[in-house]
T-cell receptor, first 116, second 113 residues
């Protein structure tokens, strides 16, 4: 079935470095791609999203890149801080009807560890 | 503004029992979603309710069911619990199903022994 998956399960960086978290997706009909951050003991927190007709979107210290040719999504975190340590999930959403309507399809997640 | 709240925080049940989990969405949100997060796995979509009706359902057996009340709060019911139902159950809400951003609650940790 359709799925969103991640290349790397763990990522370890030094404080101040830039982090790049990758995600591969298979549903070419997805309308949106979203990144969530989940800290230990908490629910996922929305970080940033990108529409399928865009290639890049920037937020505060984060940039999401979408490459539809190779079905690849990435999240770049600038000047990574210890507070960025968490599990990061990519997800996709389609506004079309049918079995995918309304739901988010999540990838497995990448554990980001930031060392002081 | 209060976020999504869920109760209880933790729950321990025995195989074969039934459980009810509760969720209160952010004020003004009409859609509630339920996801299951088993250990080491990503989030799996369970159910979506909007305006009191079930709008979509994930690939889960019928013993997973729920409902949404007129105040938009929601319950998730799981009957005939199995060991593999042990997971974190997350509730999310949004301003209707067309919105991209879903706001998640802290989850209910269910352990089935």
């Amino acid at each position: 079935g359709e799925s969103v998956g991640l290349h790397l399960p763990t990522l370890s960086v030094q404080e101040g470095d830039n982090s790049i978290i990758n995600c591969a997706y298979s549903n070419s009909a997805s309308d949106y791609f979203i990144w969530y951050k989940q800290e230990s003991g908490k629910g996922p927190q929305f970080i940033i999203d990108i529409r399928s007709n865009m290639d890049k979107r920037q937020g505060q210290r984060v940039t999401v890149l979408l490459n539809k040719t190779v079905k690849h999504l990435s999240l770049q975190i600038a000047a990574t801080q210890p507070g960025d340590s968490a599990v990061y999930f990519c997800a996709d959403k389609t506004n079309a009807g049918g079995t995918s309507y309304g739901k988010l399809t999540f990838g497995q997640g990448t554990i980001l560890t930031v060392h002081p | 503004e209060a976020g999504v709240t869920q109760s209880p925080t933790h729950l321990i049940k025995t195989r074969g029992q039934q459980v009810t989990l509760r969720c209160s969405p952010i004020s003004g949100h009409t859609s509630v979603y339920w996801y299951q997060q088993a250990l080491g796995l990503g989030l799996q979509f369970l159910l979506w309710y909007d305006e009191g009706e079930e709008r979509n359902r994930g690939n889960f057996p019928p013993r997973f069911s729920g409902r949404q009340f007129p105040n938009y709060s929601s319950e998730l019911n799981v009957n005939a619990l199995e060991l593999e139902d042990s997971a974190l159950y997350l509730c999310a809400s949004s301003f209707g199903g067309g919105k991209v951003e879903q706001y998640f609650g802290p989850g209910t940790r269910l352990t089935v022994t």
